[in-house]
């Protein structure tokens, strides 16, 4: 094997194992994200233990409470509200302007929707981390079919 080869050989086995090491992390990390999304929603604790408030105080301790475990909504609350359905085709489908990740986090912190309008007072505005909020937020968009 010539000079030329030996070092071609040796950057690829050397890339291989930078881009090895990277990709694993990466899945991992957005796997956790998810993980810890999910579990807010369901739960209304996030992976490390702490449990989620909202100003007012919500009407429940959890998203899952309103909103079903499968984002479907439906659920009647007081006043005449009606819990939204929170699946992808609800949220960015069906929607003139689609619910991106930040139109999302907006409307949970804030009750802000995706048009700018108020969401009904019933709605709860979320007070999270911004770790948890943007892991709460991607469990929705991509996790509730």
């Avoid at 050397?14 to 090491?21: K, P």
């Avoid at 984002?71 to 069906?94: E, K, M, Q, Y």
């Avoid at 929705?140 to 079919?145: A, G, H, M, R």
Wanted: contains cysteine; proline residues 6%; aromatic residues 6%.
């Amino acid at each position: 094997m010539t000079k030329w080869h030996w070092t071609a050989t040796i950057l690829t086995v050397l890339l291989a194992v930078g881009f090895a090491d990277t990709a694993p992390s990466a899945t991992a990390s957005q796997n956790s994200a998810l993980a810890n999304g999910k579990a807010i929603f369901q739960t209304g604790i996030d992976l490390q233990g702490a449990h989620i408030t909202a100003r007012p105080p919500a009407l429940m301790p959890k998203c899952s409470a309103c909103h079903y475990a499968d984002g479907r909504g439906g659920l009647h609350l007081p006043g005449g509200a009606v819990s939204a359905d929170l699946r992808r085709g609800a949220l960015v489908n069906a929607q003139q302007r689609p619910y991106t990740l930040t139109l999302l986090e907006r409307a949970i912190s804030t009750g802000i929707d995706n048009t700018g309008q108020p969401l009904n007072r019933v709605m709860p505005h979320w007070q999270l981390s911004k770790t948890d909020l943007h892991d709460v937020a991607q469990y929705v968009l991509t996790s509730l079919k």
